[in-house]
């Protein structure tokens, strides 16, 4: 569980929204530093557990530190928390996993998850 005080510092730093999200570690693993972007995400998901992108952007910190384990693991979340984004497990930083039965047992809940996604909005569209 993440201090109130990690938190009132990492929300007070200044009212820009994008050096405040990478305070809580939604910046760009490249450029925010992939070591310590792994590290600070977990706070990210203690915040948002319900946001699959979270844990998304944890598996990316993760993939990109070859802490592959971790890195399905989050991707798993993410699939579980309804992750839609087939494209985004297609980037660059998850090459090393796609090898591996459960990245492909997560694309596919994945693109369940999509599919799904679609059919609620046309459904939603007709009502």
């Not at 994008?18 to 992939?34: D, T």
């Not at 802490?67 to 992750?83: D, P, W, Y």
């Amino acid at each position: 569980m993440i201090s109130r005080k990690a938190l009132r510092i990492a929300l007070s730093a200044d009212d820009d929204a994008s050096s405040r999200q990478r305070s809580l570690g939604f910046g760009h693993p490249r450029q925010s530093g992939k070591f310590r972007c792994a590290f600070r995400n977990p706070v990210g998901t203690e915040i948002q557990p319900e946001n699959a992108r979270t844990f998304y952007h944890l598996a990316r910190a993760y993939a990109l530190a070859k802490e592959n384990r971790k890195a399905l693991a989050a991707l798993q979340t993410a699939a579980e928390k309804g992750f839609v984004d087939l494209e985004a497990l297609a980037g660059n930083e998850f090459v090393g996993l796609r090898n591996e039965k459960r990245f492909n047992e997560i694309n596919e809940i994945v693109r369940n998850n999509r599919a799904a996604a679609e059919n609620k909005r046309k459904l939603g569209s007709k009502i």
